[in-house]
């Protein structure tokens, strides 16, 4: 029997990392990705077409005959990939648009959270005529969070003390958004669970964390994501145990009565305070990118058997196994990243094959990267690759990945220092 077609949407480093898992699969005969990057074009037939054009998507899924369509990134699965792909007969491994609307509008994430009963930060939403000198005074005390109600690339958040630049975000949201949440702050610290659900169950990968800010120590503006590690010491199992019972359980329950059922990851931003009571930051609808990458390669279940399962509400007749090691993950950006990245040059250093060290493996995840006309690898956006590593000890795991992208050439470029900090 011949086997699978699957099309992998999106040209990050998660996609990649998705690309990596399926090539690997004894299940998949013929792996495609849309629009894809230089990494994925070793493991996929690349195709230009764009993860927000779904016309053009649903096209190449039934000319190359897809037996399953994995999303990548949000965009397509609120523009209704999902519905439509369904509509057609093909399986997708991502939520239809009104749950995908999860991580569209930040607003309808809190109305669920409230209406499951899950506990996240006290908020205001605030539109044209509200008083928001009041709802500033509601949250003093604390750095104000407010963030924009729409997809902002993971880049629509502001946390900050100066009270003039907290009212100068939320004027300028609403001038733009129509309206805008400003939010209590929560105290803790961040971990992220991905969780594959669909109407039969859900299974929770280990937990992991981001390092947001662009720069060492926490510095600097807000990215994408500079780089994760996994597991992350700081969900201890009775913090994952209250965070199945008090957040992704109600979670699995609401999202049961909805007309279809969630079929995909949802991505849980968890804030872990003290008290070891962890909230609810936010919901993404889709693989984080970077966690994504560090968080694939704990499983030791087939990855395929896993997105097509949940695709098709027969998760619960898996057993999904889990490798017993440690995980790290450094991005490189470019120069100018995050404001204004610049792209088109050379990267040198850069080799296909895992790296082997003792019971390390190291590998290179590629995001924004392409090939110019000679054929030579250049960067093509922002976060232009991350060297990940797999190893016993999270220590050995993060060093390896440092010795690797010590090992890469692009000019201008940066990366963080200090990835694993908190847990090292």
């Known amino acids: 029997m011949a086997g699978k077609v699957v099309l992998v949407v999106g040209g990050g480093g998660r996609e990649h990392a998705l690309c990596m898992e399926l090539k ?13 990057n230089a990494g994925t074009s070793f493991l996929a037939t690349n195709h230009p077409i764009t993860a927000a054009d779904v016309d053009g998507l649903l ?28 509509a057609i007969g093909i399986p997708c491994f991502g939520p239809v648009a009104k749950l995908a609307n999860l991580e569209g509008s930040k607003l309808h994430a809190k109305q669920v959270m409230r209406a499951a009963n899950v506990p996240t930060a006290a908020f205001h939403v605030l539109s044209e005529g509200s008083d928001i000198e009041a709802a500033l005074d509601d949250f003093a005390g604390n750095p104000w969070v407010v963030k924009r109600d729409v997809l902002a690339g993971g880049k629509g958040v502001v946390v900050t003390q100066d009270r003039n630049e907290a009212r100068s975000f939320i004027q300028t949201s609403i001038q733009t958004d129509g309206q805008v949440l400003l939010e209590d702050f929560l105290p803790g610290e961040e971990a992220s669970m991905l969780v594959i659900m669909d109407g039969s169950g859900f299974v929770c990968l280990p937990a992991s964390q981001d390092h947001k800010r662009a720069y060492d120590g926490d510095e600097g503006p807000n ?24 957040i992704i359980e109600p979670m699995h329950e ?29 919901f993404n609808v889709r693989f984080g990118d970077p966690e994504c990458q560090i968080t694939l390669p704990l499983l030791k279940t087939d990855v395929f058997e896993i997105l097509e399962a949940a695709s098709k509400d027969r998760l619960a007749e898996l057993d999904v196994e889990f490798h017993d090691f440690f995980t790290a993950t450094v991005v490189l950006a470019a120069e100018g990243y995050p404001a204004s990245p610049v792209k088109g040059r ?37 976060r232009g690759l991350s060297c990940s590593a797999s190893g016993p000890t999270l220590a050995a795991s993060v060093k390896l990945a440092y010795e690797l992208i010590e090992n890469i050439e692009l000019e201008g470029s940066h990366y963080r220092k200090d990835i694993a900090f908190r847990a090292l």
């Open 24 to 36: 690997d699969s004894s299940h998949v005969g013929e792996l495609h990705c849309a629009p894809g």
């Open 59 to 86: 096209n190449l899924a039934n000319r190359v005959g897809a037996d399953l369509v994995v999303a990548g990134p949000e965009a397509p699965l609120c523009a209704a990939l999902a519905d439509r792909l369904e």
């Open 223 to 246: 990215t994408g994501g500079m780089g994760a590690y996994c597991p992350a010491p700081v969900v201890t199992d009775a913090v994952r145990q209250k965070a199945i019972d008090t």
């Open 254 to 282: 609401y999202l049961l009565a909805a007309e279809t059922p969630y079929r995909g990851v949802l991505y849980v931003g968890l804030m872990i305070p003290e008290s070891g009571e962890p909230n609810v930051v936010e």
């Open 346 to 382: 050379l990267i040198h250093g850069v080799g296909q094959e895992t790296i082997q060290s003792g019971d390390s493996t190291a590998w290179v995840n590629h995001a924004g990267t392409g090939f110019d006309v000679q054929g030579n690898l250049i960067s093509t956006g922002g």
